[in-house]
């Protein structure tokens, strides 16, 4: 439910968004997605969050940076942190939800609806608070993979949960061989 005249703001979590397109065999097109918001509502701002490995000679998600940054996109970027978990195992942790919640809550005097691409829980308490400002929060995540990506508290908590899977024929294209986000494990405990 999109008014026309309501200002708009896309917050989009880029390696749970690529997680759950994946998980339903598509790519994200992002210039179709933004032309699908702009043409819902007034958008002032769509904000894309990653964590980028930088010590890789050749990152497969830096074309897609620099194109979303390039085409209307505010890029929020920050260094992703390697390490060996206890089995030996190479993990990655890159996980952007500070700088999600900050910038919603900066923005959300100043919009009138707010488009979460994620289906993290740990999204519902910024959900209750911008609701609690009179921002009504959407949020676009998929049940229909195995397991679903989005949480069942996000889900309840939203004003509106729309269904990726539905955007498909809209924002979706065929998927590429090669990534375009890595899906960063976020490891538990302070960095």
Known sequence: ?????????????????????????????????????????????????TA???????????????????????????????????????KVKG????????DAMELAPRVDHIVLFSGDGDFRPLVESLQRQGVRVSVVSTIRSQPPMIADELRRQADNF???DELKDVIGRPPR??????NFEVASGGN
């Open 1 to 49: 439910m999109f008014y026309k005249d309501e200002r708009l703001a896309l917050f989009i979590d880029g390696s749970n968004l690529y997680a759950a397109a994946k998980a339903l065999g598509f790519d994200i097109d992002y210039k179709l997605l933004r032309q699908e918001f702009v043409r819902r509502g007034k958008m002032l701002r769509a904000f894309y969050y």
């Open 52 to 90: 980028l490995l930088e010590n890789d000679e050749y990152s497969p998600i830096r074309p897609l940076v620099d194109w979303l940054h390039y085409n209307g996109f505010t890029m929020v970027t920050k260094p992703a942190k390697e390490y060996t978990d206890s089995q030996g195992r190479r």
């Open 95 to 102: 996980n952007m939800d500070i700088e999600l919640t900050v």
């Open 162 to 164: 729309i269904e990726l």
């Open 177 to 182: 061989d090669v990534p375009q986000e890595r």
